[in-house]
C-alpha cells in the first residue's frame, strides 16, 4: 500500500495581513533615530494619554527594526500587544486589533498634521498591512537673515537639591549642541551670554528657561525673547519622568529644538 504525504495545512492566524512582501525601509535609519523619532510622537498631544495606541504604535515599529514580519499579523499583536490569550483569542470574533490599526492611523495622521508636520522621521501604517512604513522627511532649511543670533541663556534649576542642579547644567550643555547642530553658527553658548559685543543693534533672540525636578520628574520650562521688541516670542513646557540620566537630556534637549525649529518655519512660512 502507497503512503499518500498531503501538505501541512498553514495556520493562517501566523501570517502577516498581505503575504506579499512589504515594502519598508527601517533597515535604512540608525535605530537611535528611529526611536528618537517614535519617543517624539509618544510624548505628542495625541499619543501620551493614549496608552493602548502608543503601545501599538511601539510595538510595530520594533518589530519593523528588527524585520519580525510574521510578529505583525493581526493574531500576533493581539496576543503580544493587547495580553489576548493564545487558547481563545480568535480575530473573526475580536476586532481590537483592526479597531486599535484604525485609530493609530488617525492619530498619526493628527500629528503629521500640525506638530509633527516637519520632523525628520515619520511614521505611517499604510491600509492592508500592519508593518510601518518609517519615511524620511525633506525638512526646508530655516533661512534667517545673517545678523540673526540665538543666544542660550543657562538653564537655570528652580529645585533645592544638587541633583537638580546638576541635571540643569547637563542639559544646558546637550541643548546648546543640538541647537548647534541644527541652526550653525547663528547660535552664540551660554559661555558669551552677556559679553558686551553682542549687545549689539543686530536682531536677536534670548533661548531661556527653568528646570523643575521633584524625584523622577522633570518640567522644563522655555522662553524665547525677541531682544528688538522686549518680549516673549515663544513659549513652551515639556515634561519628562524617568531616571535623571543622559539619556533623559538628550530626550528633552530633542523636543526642545524640533519645538523650536517649528517655531521658526512657522515664522519663515508666514512671512
Request: hydrophobic share 45%.
Amino acid at each position: 500500500m502507497s503512503l499518500m504525504f498531503l501538505p501541512k495545512a498553514i495556520d493562517t492566524k501566523f501570517l502577516p495581513v498581505s503575504v506579499e512582501p512589504i515594502s519598508y525601509n527601517a533597515t535604512t535609519f540608525l535605530p537611535k533615530d528611529v526611536h528618537l523619532a517614535l519617543s517624539l510622537v509618544l510624548a505628542s498631544q495625541e499619543f501620551h494619554k493614549a496608552k493602548r495606541t502608543s503601545r501599538l504604535l511601539r510595538f510595530l515599529v520594533e518589530k519593523s527594526l528588527t524585520g519580525e514580519v510574521r510578529e505583525t499579523s493581526e493574531y500576533a499583536i493581539g496576543i503580544g500587544v493587547f495580553d489576548r490569550d493564545p487558547a481563545t483569542y480568535s480575530t473573526d470574533h475580536d476586532p481590537i486589533v483592526r479597531v486599535q490599526i484604525g485609530r493609530l492611523r488617525e492619530k498619526l495622521k493628527a500629528y503629521y498634521a500640525v506638530k509633527g508636520a516637519h520632523t525628520d522621521i515619520s511614521f505611517d501604517i499604510p491600509l492592508g498591512s500592519y508593518m510601518p512604513l518609517i519615511h524620511k522627511t525633506v525638512v526646508p532649511d530655516i533661512v534667517g537673515p545673517p545678523e540673526s543670533l540665538l543666544t542660550v541663556v543657562p538653564l537655570l534649576s528652580v529645585s533645592s537639591d544638587t541633583q537638580g542642579a546638576v541635571f540643569t547644567s547637563g542639559l544646558t550643555e546637550e541643548l546648546t549642541f543640538q541647537l548647534f547642530k541644527m541652526f550653525g553658527t547663528k547660535i552664540v553658548p551660554p559661555l558669551f551670554y552677556g559679553v558686551s559685543d553682542l549687545a549689539s543693534p543686530k536682531k536677536r533672540h534670548l533661548l531661556e528657561g527653568s528646570i523643575r525636578v521633584e524625584g523622577v520628574f522633570v518640567r522644563a520650562a522655555l522662553r524665547l525673547i525677541d531682544v528688538e521688541k522686549s518680549s516673549i516670542a515663544w513659549a513652551e513646557q515639556f515634561d519628562h519622568k524617568g531616571p535623571l540620566l543622559i539619556s533623559a537630556q538628550q530626550e528633552l534637549a530633542s523636543k526642545m529644538c524640533m519645538a523650536l525649529k517649528l517655531h521658526f518655519l512657522s515664522i519663515t512660512a508666514t512671512c
